[in-house]
């Protein structure tokens, strides 16, 4: 049944290609609707927008890169049925922590940009991955929905990061809650001066290979898959089930914090955040398109990254609101998530294919 | 000639994974008449079925019942077109009543309100009119598989069917409530209902049905009228060859004890003791055999020595090392294989490749990892070894194993479970649902294993078939207990099983002899 997989393979692309097709088309009619843009000018900044100037397709890329670490995150959780949330609230709450050690403590002063970055990322992840075992414990020990209580503990970890960042090192002289400007051998450097385009995207590609093999070929890996694809069979199989379950959640948690801390320490010159960022959530919508599997979250996170870029563009050259970037995804999602959608069609080649086959087969069996 | 209540006219059958489950398949039922619809497991039977009861979308081809066209949507459909099923997993709720139960979904009563006494008396009513004695009071999880049956039947007629699906009715059933069944199903035909007897047991069709119909590999090889038919006949039909197969073996030579179990319990979660006071032993180089009625403790059994589930007390020793508090892990590092009756369930992840589901337990063997790491390159090997070795017809080891044929899922999971090593192998209802081939290869494999590798091997199925075949020593289950042991299977025939596993008979403990 090799041609089964081949159309069930080849379904599911069209599917997801289709589904980016239509959401553009959608967006494309509300914007010449709704606004004064003629299609020509919708069609140019909604689909080229981000390429047309080095500055937006930095923009992008500034998009990109924590896309492509809270993407592979969600791709573990995703995997094994849980919608343990909180990276949401990590990307806020990660940082704080970094800049304390960058700010607080004599550690990084001296050392080289390479090493302090290392530092960051560890720093950010290790609270990622703290983080991302409350919902898990409560999940896995009392029971309690991962999903409502990482929501819960969004809010929560936004206001926590505020308050942290109040009492440790906020700059003082600055009218906003801020911490003091990153120093230049703690960040990540612009590759494009000027751009959002940093030396990010290198840990982003690194990020990857990391979550891909860990994915596909170590063994915690393929456990946190059996264990999604049929909990009980894995527990019969001898799987310590809730421990790849932490796992999972860790691994999420982690790659969550690399997200905060590449969006942090990449895009900005001081911490900022003062409400969510939604780079968490939209690391659920990646790793859906991506189909849980992370090497395929390159082609989806760039996919999310250029429609909120688009998005952007179009708010400033016509004058359509942000959030219409959100309605596209969720258009996206909706093409992507629905299985059944184009199931019929699947189903008539499929069953074409193997009445074909049976015909041959008597075919063959008469002569 | 009496009228023709239903037809299927050239029903084809495809499902997602492009298995064609039923290729242009007509079926008629008239009248007053019971009719069998034949073939071995994967035959097509319950697939064909499950299209006329609205479970399953048609492919192709035209369902008439009473002469009209009708399209089946779905099981409220098919009643309301006069169609009914008892499935072999029967559809209740065990926490409410027989009343409760036949009632659910056309409850009497004003309003919102339910008329208990009403639906009581509509209950006791249709059980009079139809001969199908049930205690409309009585909470379905207390009522025996029997009972259970009849109300199965009777949430049918009381809905007013008039085709009534029965898929193997008598796989669950005594041979003593076959009969009873059988009395019912003659009083309901006579009544002029139409009913569809799927089975595979020659000798109850030829008792019981006026037509046949068999089905092989999803089309139909041959129908008739029971008079021009003979068992013989029929199963050439159905197999295209003799049903029984003979597994030529030497005299088994049961040397150390490997599995030993000592009063053994188990209580449920809602207070049933299942398995009471169970002792007995298998030794390296034999097949033990469990036969009892399903629902008699064997599958807890199975489930507590391979620690699926937790015993309520006694002792289990395997290859001398109490089990007592291990993990499922622990417990196959001591060198037990399983395959559970569920194989959907407990056997594999179906999403997941031929790959994946092999080597699921094999991760943390030192000659499959490279630390942290799988040893891909080993793991691949080993997979398409055993793709050949056990002829698993895939195209790729990548594969996902929802899109194999129900025999070749199941030879997935024994050639992951048959390929470590163990020396205890636990298997609940092997060959269930699965081709002739794939049946005959898991039944010899097991025999081989036992006199080549001197592996124990615990069998507990409900096809007598088999279980006489295999065994080299019997237990007849009933209540959670032994009730018979026989340690010369040849000797042992359908009867005189049939009565240990009714309860009819138990031996005494001198009868049975050594149970170790």
């Not at chain 1, 997989?5 to 494309?28: D, K, N, Q």
């Not at chain 2, 193997?168 to 003593?176: F, G, S």
């Amino acid at each position: 049944m090799r041609k089964v997989a081949r159309v069930e393979t080849a379904f599911e692309v069209f599917r997801i290609v289709v589904g980016i097709i239509l959401a553009y088309i959608i967006a494309i009619l509300i914007t010449i609707s709704v606004t004064d843009t003629s299609l020509q000018v919708a069609i140019r900044n909604f689909m080229f927008g981000p390429f047309t100037s080095k500055r937006r397709f930095g923009q992008l890329m500034g998009k990109y890169i924590p896309y492509l670490f809270s993407g592979c995150g969600m791709c573990f959780i995703y995997a094994c049925n849980r919608f343990n949330l909180i990276g949401e609230g990590i990307v806020n709450m990660s940082p704080i922590f970094a800049c304390m050690v960058m700010f607080g403590t004599p550690l990084m002063t001296n050392l080289p940009i390479v090493v302090n970055q290392i530092i960051m990322l560890a720093v950010c992840g290790i609270t990622g991955g703290l983080l991302a075992l409350v919902p898990a414990f409560a999940r896995e020990k009392l029971g309690a929905s991962e999903m409502v209580v990482s929501i819960v503990m969004n809010n929560l970890l936004l206001y926590l990061s505020q308050y942290f960042l109040k009492v440790s090192v906020a700059d003082r002289t600055m009218s906003q809650l801020a911490s003091p400007i990153h120093p230049a051998n703690m960040r990540f450097t612009r590759i494009w001066p000027n751009t959002n385009f940093t030396t990010a995207i290198f840990y982003g590609i690194l990020g990857v290979i990391l979550a891909s093999i860990i994915f596909f070929y170590s063994r915690e890996g393929q456990k946190i898959r059996l264990v999604g694809a049929n909990r009980t069979f894995a527990e019969c199989c001898g799987i310590n089930s809730t421990r790849s379950l932490y796992i999972a959640q860790i691994i999420g948690g982690v790659f969550a914090g690399w997200a905060g801390c590449v969006d942090t320490f990449g895009l900005y010159d001081r911490y900022l955040y003062i409400a969510l960022t939604n780079i968490g959530m939209d690391g659920l919508i990646v790793a859906v398109i991506a189909k849980k599997q992370p090497i395929f979250v390159p082609l989806s996170a760039f996919v999310m990254a250029m429609i909120r870029t688009a998005a952007v563009t179009l708010n400033t050259s016509a004058d359509l609101p942000i959030e219409f970037a959100t309605m596209m995804q969720a258009i996206l999602v909706l093409f992507v998530a629905a299985e059944n959608f184009m199931g019929g069609w699947k189903n008539k080649i499929i069953f074409g294919m193997t009445e074909k086959q049976k015909a041959a087969e008597k075919e063959g069996a008469a002569a | 000639m009496a009228k023709q209540l239903l037809k299927m006219e050239g029903i084809t059958k495809i499902y997602d994974n492009g298995f064609m489950a039923n290729e242009d398949v007509t079926f008629e039922v008239a009248e007053g008449e019971i009719h069998a619809l034949i073939g071995e497991n994967g035959a097509g039977k319950t697939t064909l079925m499950k299209m006329l009861f609205g479970l399953e979308p048609v492919t192709h081809g035209k369902i008439y019942i009473d002469g009209e066209e009708a399209h089946i949507s779905n099981p409220l459909d098919a009643i309301a077109k006069g169609v009914g099923m008892v499935h072999q997993h029967f559809m209740q709720v065990p926490n409410l009543t027989v009343t409760e139960n036949i009632v659910l979904g056309m409850e009497p009563g004003a309003g919102q309100l339910f008329d208990t006494k009403k639906a009581v008396e509509m209950v006791s009513e249709a059980s009079k009119k139809f001969n199908l004695d049930v205690d409309p009071n009585a909470l379905i999880r207390d009522c025996s598989v029997g009972q259970r049956q009849k109300v199965e039947l009777l949430k049918s007629l009381i809905r007013g069917v008039k085709v009534l699906i029965l898929d193997e009715p008598t796989a669950v059933l005594t041979p003593q409530e076959t009969k009873q069944l059988f009395v019912q199903l003659k009083a309901l035909r006579d009544m002029g209902y139409g009913i569809i007897f799927i089975s595979h047991k020659l000798e109850e069709v030829m008792e019981l049905c006026s037509r046949v119909t068999v089905l092989r590999h999803g089309k139909v090889t041959g129908r008739g009228n029971i008079e021009d038919l003979d068992p013989v006949k029929m199963s050439n039909l159905m197999v295209g060859r003799d049903v029984i197969m003979k597994i030529d073996k030497e005299p088994a030579q049961p040397t150390e004890p490997v599995l030993q179990v000592r009063n053994l319990n188990y209580m449920d979660d809602i207070g049933r003791r299942l398995i009471k006071d169970l002792s007995f032993g298998i030794r390296a180089g034999e097949v033990l055999g469990i036969a009892g009625v399903e629902g008699n403790g064997q599958g807890e059994l199975t489930e507590i020595i391979t620690g699926l589930i937790t015993r309520t007390d006694g002792e289990i020793y395997i290859n001398g090392t109490e089990t007592n508090g291990m993990t499922i892990r622990q417990i196959r590092d001591l060198g037990v294989a399983h395959i559970s009756e569920d194989r959907m369930t407990y056997g594999i992840a179906a999403d997941l490749s031929v790959r994946d589901n092999m080597t699921a337990i094999y991760l943390d063997r030192a000659d499959f990892k490279h630390g942290p790491l799988m040893n891909i390159k080993k793991i691949n090997e080993f997979v398409d070894q055993g793709i050949k070795d056990f002829e698993i017809a895939c195209d790729f080891r990548n594969e996902p194993v929802r899109l194999l044929s129900g025999g070749n899922i199941q030879k997935v999971i024994v050639a992951r479970e048959f390929s470590f090593g163990a020396n205890l192998i636990v298997v609940n209802q092997p060959t269930r649902g699965i081709d002739v081939g794939t049946t005959d290869l898991i039944r010899r494999l097991l025999v081989k294993y036992t006199r080549e590798n001197n592996v124990a091997v615990l069998l507990v199925s409900s096809d007598l078939n088999e279980i006489l075949e295999v065994s080299d020593r019997l237990l007849v289950m009933h209540e959670g207990r032994v009730a018979a042991q026989f340690t010369d299977v040849s000797k042992v025939t359908d009867m005189q099983l049939g009565e240990y596993m009714l309860g009819v008979r138990t031996m005494t403990a001198e009868e049975m002899g050594d149970l170790q």
